[in-house]
Nanobody
Framework: QVQVVESGGGLVQAGGSLRLSCTAS???????MGWYRQAPGKERELVAG???????NYVTSVRGRFTISRDHAKNTVYLQMNVLKPEDTAVYYC???????????WGRGTQVTVSS
């Protein structure tokens, strides 16, 4: 059974950086992983995803500022967030999606707050 645990959120000033980590125990290297976020009063949106083969995708608003990467040996993905903006404030949720069955497992989320 896959379990997803995030870490690395916090409070940062605008223009600053944070790195989120997410470990999916029980996952395989073929599974896709990534990050969604949800701000108060808004729908959850995909921020960045990475396949088992390393292909990445980003929502337009973070392209050039955020970088997703993964360490297969640790079943861990990272989200390096630079030049943070107040509009990046949200709860960030990591997911793992099974390569063979497409089954999604979510983490509990980690709060990112960017002050102006």
């Amino acid at each position: 059974q896959v379990q997803v645990v995030e870490s690395g959120g916090g409070l940062v000033q605008a223009g600053g950086s944070l790195r989120l980590s997410c470990t999916a125990s029980g996952s395989t290297s073929n599974d896709a992983m990534g990050w969604y976020r949800q701000a108060p009063g808004k729908e959850r949106e995909l921020v960045a995803g990475i396949t088992g083969g390393g292909a990445t995708n980003y929502v337009t608003s973070v392209r050039g500022r955020f970088t997703i990467s993964r360490d297969h040996a640790k079943n861990t993905v990272y989200l390096q967030m630079n030049v943070l903006k107040p509009e990046d404030t949200a709860v960030y949720y990591c997911y793992s999606r099974g390569y063979s069955n497409g089954y999604l497992v979510w983490g509990r989320g980690t709060q990112v707050t960017v002050s102006s």
